[in-house]
């Protein structure tokens, strides 16, 4: 196991967008743990004075390339050696980490999931990370909950270059506040290398996302990653020590959580002895459909199933 750190530069962001073909920033092998900084906003999103900007982002918005189609600052992307399509690729996310001391939050016209039924808005909040808080500007004190709303691999080469708006097969703008550290996530492979690229970093955000932004901030994440090829996963599956978590996509909101739930079924038939519909009424009794996120076009739905529920069922 080989340690690396990829440092958010220039070079090393791609704003905007996914694409196969990518020139990686860094090539691991399997197993190897990458620590990978992240930053967040455009020129416009920055704060005053008496709080901490990441000197590279500056230079980011100067020079990194930017494609128009997506809003995301991406640090990658990361090849592992040996991935291919149909391979999937473990990240394990073992530590998350403030870059810095504010993140914002914007409402703005046309989007979210209330479209147009409130004046635009922005606000700073001041990110302690020691006290674990985030305060609003208002006096709101809430429970710092670190996570990256991106983590993705490239697309299918057809695709070409894919906005980091919409969450597909390839992950990407998931959203999900599930993928703290101590989750593990699952990519299918749909290039060479996989290339994995993370960003938009979270400082907090409810389920649903749904003035389409939540506390946005840069962080630093510690991943160990490891090339699999049993899983048969076509989509981003998850896992925390206690549940299990299939997600769904879908420009409808009903498509998107009977996907997640048909995906929870066929996660349940390949670990457990249960037939598909003893699957479906344990997950009516025991697993929760929750919104990911209304408001990335492609809106998100997540099931959740604890471990516990599968004891004495596990195949072997």
């Given at each position: 196991?080989a340690?690396h750190h990829?440092k958010?530069?220039?070079e090393t962001?791609?704003?905007?967008w996914?694409q196969?073909?990518m ?9 190897d743990?990458?620590?990978i900084d992240s930053?967040?906003?455009?020129p416009?999103s920055l704060?005053g004075?008496?709080?901490?900007i990441?000197?590279e982002?500056?230079?980011i918005?100067e ?10 600052i ?5 090849a592992?050696?040996?991935a291919?399509?149909g391979?999937v ?10 870059r810095q ?6 409402v703005?016209p046309l989007?979210?999931?209330l479209?147009n039924?409130t004046d635009?808005g922005?606000i700073?909040?001041r ?9 609003l500007?208002?006096g709101?004190?809430?429970p710092l ?8 691999v ?6 070409g270059?894919?906005?980091t ?9 998931i959203?999900?506040?599930e993928?703290?550290a101590?989750s593990t996530?699952f990519l299918?492979?749909w290039?060479?290398?996989g290339?994995f690229s993370?960003?938009d970093g979270h ?5 649903g ?7 946005e901030t ?9 090339l699999r ?7 981003p ?19 998107a959580a009977r996907?997640?739930?048909?995906r929870?079924?066929?996660w349940i ?7 598909r519909t003893?699957?479906?009424m344990?997950?009516?009794l ?5 919104v990911?996120?209304?408001?990335n076009?492609?809106q998100?739905c ?5 471990r516990?529920a ?6 072997g």
């Amino acid at each position: 196991m080989a340690e690396h750190h990829l440092k958010a530069s220039a070079e090393t962001a791609h704003w905007g967008w996914f694409q196969a073909g990518m020139a990686p920033a860094l090539t691991i092998d399997s197993g190897d743990v990458v620590t990978i900084d992240s930053v967040s906003g455009v020129p416009g999103s920055l704060p005053g004075e008496g709080f901490h900007i990441p000197p590279e982002l500056h230079e980011i918005h100067e020079r990194a390339p930017r494609n128009p189609i997506g809003p995301h600052i991406l640090t990658g992307p990361v090849a592992v050696r040996g991935a291919q399509p149909g391979d999937v690729l473990e990240i394990r996310i073992r530590r998350i980490g403030l870059r810095q001391d504010w993140g914002y939050t914007l409402v703005r016209p046309l989007v979210g999931a209330l479209i147009n039924e409130t004046d635009p808005g922005f606000i700073f909040s001041r990110l302690d990370e020691a006290a674990g808080t985030a305060t609003l500007p208002w006096g709101t004190e809430l429970p710092l909950d670190l996570f990256f709303g991106v983590m993705g691999v490239a697309p299918p080469p057809a695709w070409g270059a894919i906005s980091t708006i919409q969450p597909r097969a390839h992950g990407g703008n998931i959203d999900c506040k599930e993928l703290r550290a101590g989750s593990t996530l699952f990519l299918p492979v749909w290039a060479e290398g996989g290339l994995f690229s993370v960003g938009d970093g979270h400082g907090r955000q409810g389920d649903g996302e749904v003035c389409v932004t939540a506390i946005e901030t840069a962080l630093q994440g510690e991943f160990e990653i490891h090339l699999r090829r049993d899983l048969p996963f076509d989509f981003p599956h998850a896992e925390t020590a206690d549940e299990l978590i299939a997600f769904g996509t879908h420009y409808s909101l009903d498509q998107a959580a009977r996907a997640a739930l048909r995906r929870m079924l066929d996660w349940i038939e390949r670990l457990t002895t249960l037939t598909r519909t003893e699957a479906y009424m344990l997950c009516s009794l025991a697993a929760d459909v929750r919104v990911t996120q209304m408001v990335n076009q492609e809106q998100g739905c997540h099931v959740v199933l604890p471990r516990s529920a599968l004891t004495g069922v596990m195949k072997g």
